[in-house]
């Protein structure tokens, strides 16, 4: 895109051939889907116009076609689904709606049907999930009101049941896990404290247990790793540091 | 963000110096087992996303141009492959 009109909103398989297409939107609206294969561009497709107030909000899986679709939010609250199919829409509706108090933190698998759900965060605390269901919204579920001391961090299954879990970190650096089945809140709890000088990175599995891990970067260029098993922190070490300039990028 | 590297207990991290340099740690069990400069790349270039374009299981990355233009590094075992 050779100009700055275009922003990358997403990378994602839009186009059900297992490799990830790149989502743009222009400045009026346009969404369109580049097919990329071996680093070349094979395809692109408009797949329609956001009118304006709707913004973007995230692409997931929320349909169980093994192809992404992409969720946007409205400015009185709404939140409507794209349902993308063979790299063009095949579907759109409003999914319901949630007033401005209400943020979208994340949309990950909350209830193990292999298909994306909504995670919510509101200006007082109070944390919900939106199950969906082949693009529709089948159930909504208060799972808990932690302070506004605790920052939500990111969602991965930590305990390997194949339901998406949540991530918090506490201003005193307290971080706790939030066990998650069924779009509800079964367990977890406080696993560590990380010293100021730690930031949190990323939640990726990285030792291919299928339980997900935490990346800290420190402001000294080193590089940890909280190994999670089971929920509960199995091992801490330092990967290693980076000395210089250095920052992480990814 | 963090990049696949193929097998599942594999991931790469991307470093950037000031300088421009880029340089790869490669984790196997969340464990470096090798590292190293892949190239310099100007301010200009901001990393956009991790996306894996070859479909080899090892995410590439894209950059963006401050002007809009993208450029792609396609990232085999931690090397870098090819750039444009």
């Known amino acids: 895109m050779r100009n700055n009109l275009w922003d990358l909103i997403a990378t994602n398989d839009y186009t059900g051939d297992g490799h990830a297409d790149v989502?743009?939107?222009h400045a009026d609206g346009k969404v369109l889907v580049w097919d990329i294969r071996g680093g070349a561009l094979v395809g692109s497709s408009l797949l329609a116009v956001a009118p304006d107030e709707w913004r973007f909000a995230d692409s997931n899986n929320f349909t169980g076609d093994a192809q992404a679709d992409v969720l946007w939010r409205h400015d009185d609250g709404r939140v409507a689904l794209w349902e993308v199919s063979d790299g063009a829409l095949a579907a759109s509706a409003v999914l319901g709606r949630a007033s401005?108090?209400?943020q979208i933190r994340d949309t990950n698998d909350f209830n193990a049907d292999g298909q994306a759900d909504i995670l919510w965060r509101n200006d007082d605390g109070r944390v919900s999930i939106w199950q969906i269901n082949d693009g529709a919204l089948t159930a909504t579920s208060l799972v808990g009101s932690p302070s506004n001391a605790w920052r939500f961090l990111d969602t991965i299954d930590f305990n390997g049941d194949g339901s998406d879990d949540i991530l918090w970190q506490h201003n005193d650096g307290r971080v706790a896990i939030w066990e998650i089945s069924d779009g509800a809140l079964?367990?977890?709890g406080v696993i560590a404290q990380a010293r100021s000088?730690?930031?949190f990175w990323e939640t990726r599995d990285f030792d291919g247990d299928g339980q997900g891990d935490i990346l800290w970067i420190n402001t000294d260029g080193r590089a940890a790793l909280w190994k999670i098993d089971d929920a509960t922190l199995a091992n801490s070490s330092v990967i290693a540091q980076a000395l210089g300039a250095w920052g992480l990028i990814a | 963000m963090s990049l696949a590297a193929g097998a599942s207990n594999e991931r790469n991290l991307l470093?950037?110096?000031?300088?421009?340099r880029i340089a790869i740690w490669e984790l196997t069990n969340g464990v470096?087992?090798?590292n190293a400069?892949?190239?310099?790349?100007?301010?200009?270039?901001q990393l956009s996303a991790a996306v894996d374009c070859t479909c080899d299981g090892q995410e590439d990355v894209l950059w963006r141009h401050d002007d809009?233009?993208?450029?792609?590094?396609?990232?085999?075992?931690?090397?870098?492959?090819?750039n444009g």
């Not at chain 2, 470093?15 to 421009?20: K, M, Q, V, Y």
């Not at chain 2, 400069?37 to 270039?45: F, H």
């Open chain 1, 23 to 25: 989502l743009w939107q």
């Open chain 1, 100 to 102: 401005a108090s209400w």
């Open chain 1, 186 to 188: 079964v367990g977890g």
């Open chain 1, 197 to 199: 000088s730690w930031s």
């Open chain 2, 15 to 20: 470093w950037r110096h000031e300088d421009g």
């Open chain 2, 32 to 34: 470096l087992v090798e």
């Open chain 2, 37 to 45: 400069i892949l190239e310099t790349v100007g301010s200009v270039w």
């Open chain 2, 68 to 82: 809009g233009r993208l450029s792609y590094w396609e990232l085999i075992d931690g090397d870098l492959i090819s």
